[in-house]
Antibody, heavy 120, light 107 residues
Framework: QVQLQESGPGLVKPSQTLSLTCTVS??????????WSWIRQPPGKGLEWIGY???????YYNPSLKSRVTISVDTSKNQFSLKLSSVTAADTAVYYC????????????WGQGTLVTVSS | DIQMTQSPSSLSASVGDRVTITCQAS??????LNWYQQKPGKAPKLLIY???NLETGVPSRFSGSGSGTDFTFTISSLQPEDIATYYC?????????FGQGTRLEIK
């Protein structure tokens, strides 16, 4: 059974960089069949797709966040990571990592989510 | 970006009712649409992919239909455990985008 688990600080100061890691277990991140995504949800609001990475390192970012986002992968640790720079209160959200199929473009496995609050 | 518009935004129904949610895309997305269920404090769960295909393990009372710009999600007989917010999501054009969600409550 594939499992994803987000980890990282729950509190980030404004203007600093948010950093999260997603650890994948029960399957290899190096499988060529999947992309690895980050999705976020501000409290009480809807879902926003941030971007994805392929095991090779190729990425696609949502243009709305592209200037501030970096997603990277560490295949040796079966992990991928998110960095979001210059954060403001508007970046306060639950951040989810998820697995997306390359053929069938569906997020079939998700992490439980981690709340990141931007506040001084 | 492709805009996804769901209606209604909220819905109250009784156990056993047939429930329908619609999702409209701002341009033709063929059948590249998924439906997710999200319960409070939980990650979204995939219910329907490719507009009408039931994800493995999902009860058959859930179904989806449509293509092009207009899509429908149906619960044939509402159960208490179906209380959640439901989202449509398109994957025709990057960036992937979601509808704003439909909150389903028990009457």
């Amino acid at each position: 059974q594939v499992q994803l688990q987000e980890s990282g600080p729950g509190l980030v100061k404004p203007s600093q960089t948010l950093s999260l890691t997603c650890t994948v277990s029960g399957g290899s991140i190096s499988s060529g069949d999947y992309y690895w995504s980050w999705i976020r949800q501000p409290p009480g609001k809807g879902l926003e797709w941030i971007g994805y990475i392929y095991y090779s390192g190729s990425t696609y970012y949502n243009p709305s966040l592209k200037s501030r986002v970096t997603i990277s992968v560490d295949t040796s640790k079966n992990q991928f990571s998110l960095k979001l720079s210059s954060v403001t209160a508007a970046d306060t959200a639950v951040y989810y990592c998820a697995r997306e199929g390359r053929g069938l473009r569906k997020w079939d496995y998700w992490g439980q989510g981690t709340l990141v609050t931007v506040s001084s | 970006d492709i805009q996804m518009t769901q209606s209604p935004s909220s819905l109250s129904a009784s156990v056993g009712d047939r429930v329908t949610i619609t999702c409209q895309a701002s341009q033709d997305i063929s059948n590249y649409l998924n439906w997710y269920q999200q319960k409070p404090g939980k990650a979204p769960k995939l219910l329907i992919y490719d507009a009408s295909n039931l994800e493995t393990g999902v009860p058959s009372r859930f179904s989806g239909s449509g293509s092009g710009t207009d899509f429908t999600f149906t619960i044939s007989s509402l159960q208490p455990e179906d209380i959640a917010t439901y989202y449509c999501q398109q994957y025709d054009n990057l960036p992937w985008t979601f509808g704003q969600g439909t909150r389903l409550e028990i009457k």
